[in-house]
C-alpha cells in the first residue's frame, strides 16, 4: 500500500489538493474586493430614515436631504435596459436645488420604497408598477407635495 514515503503518492496527493487550495485564496480575494463585483447601480448606497433620505456615491460623495424638503417625487425610465441603468428614481427639492437622482439598482431601494409608504402620505405605487413595466423613456410622477404643484 502506498504512504508518504513513496514520491508517486505525495505527488498525487499534491496534484488534487493544489486547485482546491488555488481555488480557495481566490475566493477569499474576490470576497476582499467585494464592492469590485458589485454593478455599477449597486455601488450606490440609499439610506432612509423617518426623517431623511441619502445617497452616498460610489466615489464617495453623499448627498442627504430631509423628506420634509422634497416637492416631488418622479421614476424616470430610459430605453437603455437592460443592459444598462434604466430606471431612475428622481426627488426634486422644494428649494429648486438640484434633483436627487437614485438608480434603481440601488443598494437600498427596497427599503427605500418600504419607508416612501410610510413618510410620504399619498404615495402612488401604481406608478412603481407602471415604470417596471416600461420600456421606453418616460416620467411616471408617483408624489407631488400638496400645495408645491406649479
Do not use: C
Amino acid at each position: 500500500m502506498p504512504g508518504f514515503d513513496d514520491p508517486t503518492y505525495v505527488i498525487i496527493v499534491l496534484a488534487l489538493l493544489v486547485p482546491f487550495v488555488w481555488l480557495g485564496v481566490a475566493l477569499r480575494r474576490l470576497q476582499a474586493k467585494g464592492p469590485y463585483l458589485m454593478s455599477e447601480e449597486q455601488r450606490f448606497r440609499v439610506v432612509t430614515t423617518t426623517e431623511t433620505l441619502s445617497l452616498k456615491y460610489p466615489d464617495g460623495r453623499e448627498e442627504v436631504v430631509a423628506w420634509d424638503a422634497i416637492a416631488e417625487v418622479r421614476i424616470r425610465t430610459t430605453d437603455a435596459g437592460p443592459r444598462a441603468d434604466d430606471v431612475w428614481w428622481h426627488f426634486d427639492r422644494l428649494d429648486g436645488g438640484p434633483t436627487l437622482e437614485v438608480p434603481n439598482g440601488a443598494t437600498g431601494v427596497a427599503e427605500l420604497v418600504s419607508m416612501i409608504g410610510a413618510v410620504l402620505d399619498g404615495f402612488d405605487h401604481d406608478a412603481i408598477v407602471a415604470a417596471m413595466a416600461s420600456t421606453e423613456r418616460a416620467d411616471f410622477p408617483a408624489w407631488v407635495r400638496p400645495g408645491a404643484e406649479a
